[in-house]
């Protein structure tokens, strides 16, 4: 009895072995009649009959058969309707999830018009063989147990928490809307710069030739000297100022040198009045004296009123300063 289990085993595991997966029922058929076309694959894994054949992301067909050849496989697929599949085109086996459905996506990777002829291959160099399932296991596995997810966590919640208040983001969406709105009202005023820069461009253009020499070597220096000199202007405006708020001092000096200038004008208008009397001692007395300077002495006396004259000039003859 042993030996007969054991035997009966041994022929399931042996079946299980050579199981075609394209002998696996699947819910998924096609309807209609249509073009076949073949498209040879390294390895199909667990692709079933009845499943979808999309070209450019829709879908345009279902596999029919799936046969093992030697070295490659056979995917049989009947297309719906009148499709035009690109001799060029390339094929793969994909699944939308990681246990999910596979299917053949056919790619077109140029806009060439030569086509697939019905009962047409496209060759084993043209498609791409899906990983195995366990690799994909074992990628989401490292996925999953790496960190990354909770890395991402921690990426949201940091986010979160330096994002403000949901109250104060309706706010600023609220400030942002009405500025929009009231942007997008102004859009007259915005055409109208956008005028006026290129009226702007269209004048500078001509004199291109003088911005040009104003940017030179020589129109820089001229420039950077000109710069020193408001720079030296800029300081000493606010001395000059300075000097001037300072000098509420100098107002007691100002109204004297004001009475003083009255009086030299007092002055020269009884100079200008008595003109005749001045030039006539200058013309008759200074300047005759200054040409021949000499004293006459009429009269001399002592404090008690002696005449003593006679005695001077007597002196004077005898040292000689007289005759």
């Known amino acids: 009895m042993a030996t007969a289990a054991a035997a009966a085993l041994v022929a399931v595991v042996l079946g299980g ?52 050849r030697g070295d490659h496989v056979d995917v049989n697929a009947k297309l719906t309707g ?27 990777t140029s806009g060439g018009t030569e086509v697939v002829e019905p009962g047409g291959l496209i060759p084993l160099s043209q498609t791409t063989s899906p990983p195995p399932l366990e690799d994909t296991l074992a990628v989401v596995a490292n996925f999953v147990n790496g960190g990354s997810i909770q ?87 606010p001395s000059i100022g300075s000097v001037f708020e300072g000098g509420y001092w100098l107002m007691p000096l100002l109204r004297g040198v004001d009475g003083s200038v009255g009086t030299v004008r007092q002055g020269i208008d009884a100079i200008g009045a008595n003109q005749a009397q001045l030039q006539q001692f200058l013309s008759k007395s200074l300047f005759p004296f200054l040409r021949k300077p000499g004293l006459e002495i009429v009269s001399a006396s002592t404090p008690d009123g002696q005449e003593i004259i006679g005695d001077v000039t007597k002196v004077l003859r005898m040292l000689g300063a007289v005759r």
């Open 151 to 237: 890395n991402m966590q921690d990426v949201i919640r940091t986010m979160n928490t330096a994002l403000p208040d949901i109250r104060q983001t309706r706010r600023v969406a609220k400030i942002s809307a009405i500025d929009l709105s009231s942007l997008s009202a102004g859009t007259d005023l915005i055409d109208g710069m956008i005028r006026g820069l290129d009226a702007t461009a269209l004048a500078v253009i001509p004199h291109l030739p003088a911005a040009e020499q104003m940017l030179s070597d020589e129109g820089m220096h001229y420039w950077s000297q000109l710069g020193k000199l408001f720079s030296g202007i800029g300081i000493v405006l």
């Open 82 to 108: 009148r499709v035009r599949i690109p001799v060029d085109v390339t094929a793969s086996i994909r699944q939308n999830t990681v246990l999910g459905d596979p299917y053949v996506a056919l790619v077109a």
């Open 17 to 68: 072995c050579t199981l075609n997966p394209g002998e696996l029922a699947s819910s998924v058929r096609s309807a209609g009649d249509g073009e076949t076309i073949t498209v040879q694959f390294d390895d199909t894994l667990n692709l079933p009959e009845g499943s979808d054949v999309t070209f450019n992301g829709t879908k345009v067909g279902s596999v029919t058969g799936v046969e093992l």
